[in-house]
């Protein structure tokens, strides 16, 4: 693995469904986040986390949640899948929360919801 | 609140120069960048502003004046490689990058 794998590439789901989006980086990176990008809006930052076992809220926290038990892995899960979380999912990490480093980003999933 | 503000759109001519404009207001500035998304792909990082001036990478150069709240990305010898959707971003008093919703860039023959 080089750099971040995101799993699911694509998915359709329906509502009301669980579902768990995978992240994993290889770069060591303290800081993992998770956006979605809708047509027209800018990246809207979901969860982040700043080291292993610790999370927190971004913009749009609702009706989505995150754990840290490792510093590789930063899964995202959907408890009660709702048409409007269709969108694009991407991953990211930095070595450091803040501190102006440079965000890398995943292949992104996806993900439709009926 | 805290806004970014881009062109929607913006078409250019191979081996031109094109200006891509980029305003804000956000809690806090703690420095800018510039991410390239091609289509279907993630942002990959292009440049990092944090100072007012600017700053030159190849074909690539960023400028940043914080007192207006204002940045460009220059492209200089545009190539068709080079058509993708352009990110501001500026990172705020919380440490958390507040997005733009990007520039689409067409680059013509």
């Known amino acids: 693995i080089a750099g971040i794998t995101q799993a699911p590439t694509s998915q359709i789901l329906a509502a009301g469904r669980r579902m768990t989006l995978r992240c994993t980086q290889d770069?060591?990176?303290?800081?993992m986040y998770w956006y979605r990008q809708d047509l027209g809006l800018g990246l809207r930052l979901i969860h982040y986390s700043n080291t292993a076992g610790t999370t927190g809220k971004g913009e749009v926290p609702d009706g989505y949640s995150v754990s840290r038990a490792n510093t590789d892995d930063f899964p995202l899960t959907l408890a009660s899948a709702v048409p409007s979380q269709t969108s694009v999912y991407f991953c990211?990490?930095?070595?450091?929360?803040?501190?102006?480093?440079?965000?890398?980003f995943g292949p992104g999933t996806r993900l439709t919801v009926l | 609140g805290q806004n970014i503000d881009q062109p929607t759109e913006m078409t250019a001519t191979e081996g031109a120069i094109v200006q891509i404009n980029c305003t804000y207001q956000?809690?806090?500035?703690?420095?800018l960048f510039w991410y390239q998304q091609h289509a279907g792909e993630a942002p990959t990082f292009l440049s990092y502003?944090?100072l007012d001036g600017l700053e030159e990478k190849g074909r690539f150069s960023s400028f940043l004046s914080r007192s207006k709240g204002y940045s460009y990305l220059l492209l200089k010898e545009l190539q068709m490689k080079d058509s993708a959707s352009y990110l501001c971003a500026v990172e705020d008093s919380n440490y958390q990058l507040i997005w733009g919703a990007g520039t689409k860039l067409i680059i013509k023959p």
């Open positions: 770069m060591r990176h303290n800081a």
């Open positions: 956000t809690s806090g500035f703690n420095g």
């Open positions: 502003n944090v």
């Open positions: 990211a990490s930095s070595d450091r929360l803040g501190s102006a480093d440079t965000q890398y």
